[in-house]
């Protein structure tokens, strides 16, 4: 009997050590599962974020597009009289217009505030033409001769502006 008990002593010590082996190799499987699951997450997002960014992109390029559209309804809209804005003719136009901003508001657009007066930024404006004016400071805008704008905080096309410089005359006097 004790050689039976020693026996089945054996086996058990056999089998814990099993365990202890089989556990330890599904601790190490268990995490390999997981951090696999984790990487494999962790690519579908930034293969998301790759996708979505490629998607801006292309809509970036529609953007401008309609941007240019924009520029013509608003070259229209200026050209109308007062005495004809009450016509049934222009208001469908202007509904249209305004319809036409507000999408792109929706896609994420957004108008650059540049205001005759403040000193041109670089960032979101560009310099078409520059006008002697010794009165005010150097880098003023006088005009802004087409809108700027922003697609998801990000500028996709500067305004247009005509700044001040110092005349050179001036300069070689003072």
């Known amino acids: 009997m004790e050689e039976k008990n020693k026996k089945r002593a054996q086996k058990e010590q056999f089998l814990d050590k099993k365990i202890k082996q089989l556990e330890e190799e599904k601790g190490k499987y268990l995490s390999g599962w997981q951090r696999s699951q984790a990487d494999f997450l962790n690519y ?3 293969e998301a ?3 979505k960014k490629m ?3 292309e809509k970036e ?3 401008l597009e309609l941007l240019n559209v924009l520029n013509l309804f608003e070259k229209a809209e200026s050209g109308i009289q007062e005495q004809d804005s009450k016509h049934s003719v222009i208001e469908g136009f202007v509904q249209i217009k305004k319809y036409f901003e507000d999408f792109l508001i929706k896609q994420g657009v957004k108008e650059i505030k540049s205001e005759v007066g403040k000193i041109f930024n670089p960032h979101f404006e560009e310099v078409i033409e520059t006008v002697e004016d010794n009165e ?3 880098g003023t805008i006088v005009d802004i001769i087409q809108k700027g704008y922003l697609f998801k905080e990000r500028v996709i096309r500067p305004a247009h502006v005509r700044v001040t410089k110092k ?3 001036n300069n070689n006097n003072n």
């Open 55 to 57: 998607v801006d992109f």
């Open 49 to 51: 974020e790759r996708f």
């Open 44 to 46: 579908k997002k930034e």
């Open 136 to 138: 005010k400071e150097e």
């Open 167 to 169: 005349s050179i005359n």
């Open 61 to 63: 390029e529609w953007i």
